[in-house]
């Protein structure tokens, strides 16, 4: 009986430290990208809104203090239909929506995404939010991949406003097409997925990411934000699914590719 009370006290302790923890994490990335004053302005905000007081700054999400913060600008949905894009990748393409710059850092962060030498890929990357995130940690390079011409223009500019803030960040090139057809580099490699296209493109780019894996042998981590095609994953035995805490689980899935 003692034992198993102290068996379960400890994982309570250990669940108690790692909610702190990712509160914590959760802080020091806020004020990082959106800095102190507007991190201090959005805590003032939620305790304001608890005592059922909406207010303006409580309103704005984390992208757009993201973009006050570092002068760009990737917020705001854009639907398929505006995009100039070919009926054969409309047909499959999922519509521009960013990601949230918070809860991406903050995740990388406890996936331990850089403990080697990685390229960083978001499939689909519209503005260019997450590579511009991605930038804050240090990745051998950055690539966004897209296929609509404004879009790639819109990322290939944020992209280059934040590089004219910090220099030495990692480099970042935004590859413009479909996705299918992109090479990936023989580089071990962390890929993120924010729901970008149907079951169908996601099967023939999951496949081809399988095939380049098998001929050159490498790490490769699989982010994938609304996974709502993770079926494609769960069932290939060679991407075993991290367990993730609670605060990620209902809205991504993570895989390791497993080189026997
Ligand atoms: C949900 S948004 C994700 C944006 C970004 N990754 C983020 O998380 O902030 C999906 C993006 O995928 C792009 N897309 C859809 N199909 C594509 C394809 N076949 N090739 C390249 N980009 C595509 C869309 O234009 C859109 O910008």
Not at 31 to 58: C, D, N, Q
Not at 130 to 157: H, I, K
Not at 229 to 241: A, G, K, M, T, Y
Request: proline letters at 6%; hydrophobic letters at 40%; glycine letters at 4%.
């Amino acid at each position: 009986m003692v034992f198993i009370r102290s068996i379960l006290f400890k994982s309570l302790e250990h669940t108690k430290i790692s909610k702190m923890s990712l509160t914590w994490r959760r802080l020091h990335w806020s004020i990082r990208l959106h800095g102190m004053r507007l991190t201090v302005s959005k805590m003032a905000a939620r305790i304001l809104e608890r005592f059922g007081v909406p207010t303006a700054e409580s309103l704005a999400d984390s992208v757009m203090l993201f973009d006050r913060r570092f002068h760009v600008s990737t917020a705001g949905d854009v639907d398929t239909q505006s995009l100039n894009l070919s009926p054969q990748v409309r047909e499959h393409a999922v519509e521009y929506t960013p990601s949230c710059p918070i809860e991406l850092a903050v995740l990388f962060e406890h996936l331990n995404v850089t403990p080697s030498k990685r390229v960083f890929i978001d499939f689909g990357c519209g503005k260019g939010l997450v590579t511009l995130v991605a930038t804050q940690f240090p990745f051998l390079s950055v690539v966004g991949v897209e296929y609509s011409d404004e879009l790639c223009r819109l990322a290939q500019e944020n992209v280059r406003k934040l590089r004219s803030l910090n220099p030495s960040s990692p480099d970042v090139s935004i590859w413009k097409g479909d996705a299918r057809e992109y090479p990936l580099p023989d580089f071990p490699l962390v890929l993120y997925f924010y729901n970008p296209f149907d079951g169908v493109v996601m099967t023939e780019i999951i496949a081809r990411l399988a095939d380049s894996l098998v001929k050159v042998p490498r790490d490769c981590l699989v982010i994938y934000r609304n996974p709502v095609h993770r079926r494609i994953l769960d069932e290939d035995v060679r991407f075993r699914s991290r367990q993730l805490p609670s605060l990620f689980s209902n809205r991504f899935a993570v895989y390791d590719w497993q080189s026997s």
